[in-house]
């Protein structure tokens, strides 16, 4: 008789014990990056009345089943649901969430281990550090190198480190962008054919351009090119379309660099000669289509001379407007952090007031073998136990196995709460069977006791 009321007391605590969970889950239904919590039960085991009996061919004896009683039920296991909750937009540009698999990796100080995270929370404190909603550092690299291409490469072998928005000991000072002296300047346009051609001799322009340069220090300089039409009686030679040659008209222009403020300017004129079509003349040797112009900016300046490429193979003569402008001058001055920008790729972009961008850092992911193995620790952090894989080191988002990052985004609880609620009845249905069982075998008990009067 005791053995139903002891089965009645271990449903009673497996129930209550599932209750608890999902009394947790309803709990965290909007907790960032909460994972929600599943109970399974299993019966403890069973007590054999009598064992399994084999069949007898000889006697034509049939075999028997063994005759159990069960003696309760436990708590099976309590399971992470580790798949990915709904994102939420927030459009806070430190807020991130993960598509797929992996966590953000965060730690308290440097005495701390490292702890993993869903939830993307993050933003700035006074020093310029990305930290967690609890002032944990956020983790990452940031030595970088650019390639040829002009892409950015981390070095992501290396350990990671915690991620500074304003300085690292790697990039020194982020809050400043330096200058960068101008060593190429493309022109592009025309040169109208209609203009009187002018004598050698004088050097009156007919069409000027004017363009900044800068010089390593940042300072801006204000550079003129002043075009004028010196001859149009020359010609050149030409190879017809069956293979016989000629020669055909073209028209010289020269053109002189002029400083508004009356700095050095070598290689100060040069010439360009546009054939019968108004088509540049490229790979004459007298009137190259590239010049490099070299400019002091003085000795009170505090910087070196700058040697500058000047392109006009973009030029073209035609009876129009003219209309020649610079396209493309590189070289930028000193600029001042205003935002960033945060890529699916977790680099953090810094913007800069002088219109320039720089790599700030790269967040890094951590990816384990069994997610469902990581230990809830609270503050919606887990840690590795042994049964979740280690960590070993951190991979960029979108390889090796983790997802990509979804900027201005967060991570919401996976609970389900259709399925908690519809999981709430059928345990407290499970639990008043269970005190049944125990009120039953009680009232059974009492009638046993009542048969001595």
Do not use: C
Not at 44 to 53: D, P, V, Y
């Amino acid at each position: 008789m005791m053995r139903s009321m002891f089965s009645g007391v271990s449903g009673l605590k497996a129930h209550q014990a599932k209750m608890d969970v999902i009394g947790n889950n309803v709990a965290n239904v909007n907790t960032l990056g909460f994972k929600a919590g599943r109970v399974t039960f299993q019966e403890i085991f069973n007590q054999t009345l009598r064992g399994a009996g084999a069949p007898d061919a000889a006697t034509a004896r049939g075999g028997t089943n063994p005759m159990q009683i069960g003696l309760g039920i436990a708590v099976g296991s309590i399971d992470n649901q580790m798949t990915g909750g709904s994102p939420q937009r927030t459009d806070n540009p430190t807020d991130l969430s993960i598509s797929g698999d992996g966590f953000f990796i965060v730690k308290g100080s440097t005495a701390d281990t490292f702890k993993f995270t869903r939830a993307g929370n993050f933003g700035l404190d006074k020093l310029g550090n990305l930290v967690s909603g609890d002032g944990m550092n956020v983790y990452g690299w940031t030595k970088y190198e650019t390639l040829g291409d002009g892409t950015v490469k981390f070095d992501t072998e290396t350990q990671i480190g915690p991620i500074n928005l304003y300085s690292d000991a790697t990039n020194g000072n982020k809050k400043i962008i330096a200058a960068k002296a101008t060593t190429y300047a493309e022109f592009s346009g025309n040169l109208n054919s209609a203009y009187a051609t002018k004598a050698s001799t004088d050097t009156t322009a007919q069409f000027s351009v004017p363009f900044t340069i800068y010089d390593s220090l940042g300072n801006a300089h204000e550079l003129n090119v002043n075009f004028r039409k010196t001859d149009s009686t020359l010609t050149i030679p030409v190879t017809n379309p069956d293979g016989t040659t000629g020669t055909q008209p073209a028209t010289q222009w020269t053109y002189s660099i002029s400083d508004k403020d009356g700095n050095s300017v070598s290689a100060t004129e040069g010439k360009v000669i546009f054939d019968s079509k108004g088509k540049l003349v490229l790979g004459d040797t007298t009137s190259p289509e590239q010049a490099v112009l070299n400019f002091d900016p003085g000795a009170g300046s505090g910087t070196d001379k700058i040697d500058i490429t000047l392109d006009f193979k973009k030029l073209t003569q035609y009876a129009a407007d003219s209309s020649v402008k610079p396209s493309n001058v590189n070289g930028y001055t000193t600029g001042n952090l205003v935002t960033f920008n945060v890529g699916s790729d977790g680099m953090l972009t810094g913007v800069y007031s002088n219109g320039q961008q720089q790599p700030l850092g790269l967040i890094a992911l951590a990816g384990f073998d069994n997610p469902a193995g990581l230990q809830k620790v609270g503050g919606n952090l887990f840690i590795p136990t042994t049964n979740s894989g280690d960590f070993i080191k951190g991979v960029p988002a979108g390889s090796q196995g983790v997802g990509t990052l979804s900027p201005g985004t967060l991570e919401m609880s996976n609970v389900d709460l259709s399925r908690e609620f519809t999981d709430m009845i059928i345990t407290q249905r499970g639990f008043q069977a269970n005190s049944r069982i125990i009120t039953t075998s009680d009232e059974m008990l009492q009638e046993l006791v009542n048969l001595k009067r």
